[in-house]
C-alpha cells in the first residue's frame, strides 16, 4: 500500500523526513530527538510510526499539559523516556505592560531575528506582562543573552522551572454544520459565521492558514482534523465528516476555539 496516498502532496517532504528518522533509529539502537514539531506533524509521526509498532517507540512532550508545538523522542522499543530526555527550557521575562502591548507575533518576530529558526521554538505566552518561551536547553543561553528587548521593551529572559509554565486548558466549542463542499471558503463562512465573499477576501489577503500554512486558493479542500487559522478571529478545527444529506449536502463537526 501506497503510504503517501493517505497524505497531501506538500507533506510527503515530512514524510520522507520521518520515515529516515525511523530507518535510523532501527539501524543504530540510537534514540532520535526533533526540533519542535506543529499539532499536524505530531500526528503524522504517530500515524506513520504508530504506537503498535514492535521495534521503536514515540513520546513527545512539549513542556506542559496542553503545550501545542512538541519536541519528539522515536527510541528502540526497550528505552523509558522521561521528561528530562525532551531537553527543554523555560524562559521568561516581565515587561511594562501598562506601557508597553506585546503580542505573540511581536515575541516570534524578535526569536526569528535572531537568526533562529522556528523549528527551535515551542510555545509562546504573552500574558499579565510576562513573556514565557520554551525552547531546546542547546538554545536557551543564546536566546536569553540576545534577545533583550521587544519593540521598546527591555528584556531580561531567565530560566525557571518547566512546571512554572502558565497553561490554560483550551476550550473548543463543537458545533454540526451542512456545507455544500469541504472547500476551504465554504468551511470559513460557516465556522466564522461570515458571508462566501468576506472569507474568499481573507483567503486572498493571505490571512488564512491550514495546519500552520498559508493557504491562498478558496478551492482548497479541507480534510478531517485540519486546523485552521484566521487572523483576527481565531482558529478553529475540522473534526469529522458526518456524511451527507437527503439534498447532497455534507454534514460536518467543526469546533472554534474561544478565548
Known amino acids: 500500500m501506497d503510504i503517501y496516498q493517505h497524505f497531501r502532496k506538500d507533506e510527503h517532504d515530512f514524510i520522507d523526513q520521518v520515515l529516515s528518522w525511523k530507518e535510523e533509529v532501527e539501524r543504530s539502537y540510537q534514540r532520535k530527538i526533533t526540533d519542535f514539531l506543529d499539532p499536524r506533524e505530531q500526528q503524522i509521526v504517530e500515524m506513520i510510526i504508530g504506537t503498535s509498532n514492535e ?12 503545550s501545542e ?11 523509558e523516556i522521561e521528561k528530562d530526555d525532551f531537553q527543554l527550557c523555560l524562559l521568561q521575562a516581565s515587561y511594562p505592560e501598562k506601557f508597553i502591548r506585546l503580542s505573540h507575533r511581536d515575541v516570534m518576530g524578535a526569536f526569528l531575528s535572531l537568526g533562529m529558526k522556528r523549528k527551535k521554538l515551542g510555545d509562546i505566552v504573552v500574558k499579565d506582562g510576562i513573556i514565557q518561551l520554551i ?13 533583550t528587548s521587544i519593540k521598546k521593551a527591555s ?14 486548558k483550551p476550550d473548543w466549542k463543537e458545533t454540526e454544520q451542512t456545507v455544500s463542499s469541504l472547500r476551504l471558503d465554504n468551511v470559513l463562512k460557516e465556522i466564522y459565521n ?34 485552521i487559522s484566521l487572523r483576527g478571529k481565531g482558529r478553529s478545527k475540522l473534526l469529522k465528516v458526518n456524511g451527507y444529506t437527503k ?7 467543526t469546533a472554534l476555539l474561544r478565548d
Open 55 to 66: 521495534d521503536v517507540i514515540v513520546k513527545q512532550f512539549g513542556g506542559g499539559s496542553y
Open 69 to 79: 508545538r512538541k519536541r519528539v523522542i522515536i527510541a528502540p522499543y526497550y528505552e
Open 135 to 147: 525552547t531546546s536547553a542547546d538554545i536557551a543561553l543564546y536566546v536569553s543573552t540576545n534577545l
Open 155 to 168: 528584556l531580561q529572559l531567565e530560566e525557571i522551572p518547566l512546571d512554572s509554565l502558565t497553561e490554560n
Open 194 to 227: 461570515i458571508s462566501r465573499k468576506v472569507a474568499q477576501e481573507f483567503i486572498q489577503k493571505k490571512y488564512v492558514k491550514v495546519n500552520y500554512k498559508l493557504v491562498e486558493d478558496g478551492k482548497f479542500i479541507l480534510q478531517e482534523d485540519d486546523l
Open 247 to 253: 439534498k447532497e449536502k455534507i454534514r460536518i463537526t
